[in-house]
């Protein structure tokens, strides 16, 4: 999971989202408008079958909510111990965990075009409220 990890860092770090995440905001690429437009797009002009699409999705959605939160990759076996495949970004000091890798499906099954920038709010308000995991 490091090297996945470390490979999303470099993707967000490098500006390289800017070419493949159509919406993204160069300055903000997580805020509200931001996620609203980049799940829109997403559904309007991307495959979510395309096993690359999905790792640049993940990647991107992923990176936003650790460096907005202080999470860390990880695997879902981490979570659910029979969740292959599955990536997130967990909490730590709360026992939080986020399965990133689900929501593109999420999106393409509600097809709304917010339930990205739902997530970053949801998270944002349970690990506000949260008690730390001793």
Not at 95 to 113: C, M, P
Request: with cysteine.
């Amino acid at each position: 999971m490091e090297q996945f990890a470390n490979i999303a860092q470099t993707f967000i770090d490098s500006g390289d989202f800017k070419y493949v995440i159509p919406g993204a905001d160069h300055d903000s690429p997580w805020s509200t408008s931001s996620l609203h437009e980049c799940e829109k797009l997403f559904l309007q002009t991307q495959d979510p079958a395309s096993a690359w699409v999905q790792e640049k999705y993940t990647m991107f959605l992923g990176e936003g909510l650790r460096r907005a939160f202080g999470g860390k990759w990880e695997r879902g076996e981490l979570l659910i111990p029979e969740s292959h495949g599955m990536r997130g970004i967990h909490y730590p000091t709360t026992g939080h965990f986020d399965v990133v890798s689900n929501y593109l499906q999420e999106a393409v099954r509600l097809g709304v075009g917010k339930t990205w920038a739902t997530h970053f709010t949801t998270t944002k308000m349970l690990l506000s409220e949260a008690t730390p995991t001793e």
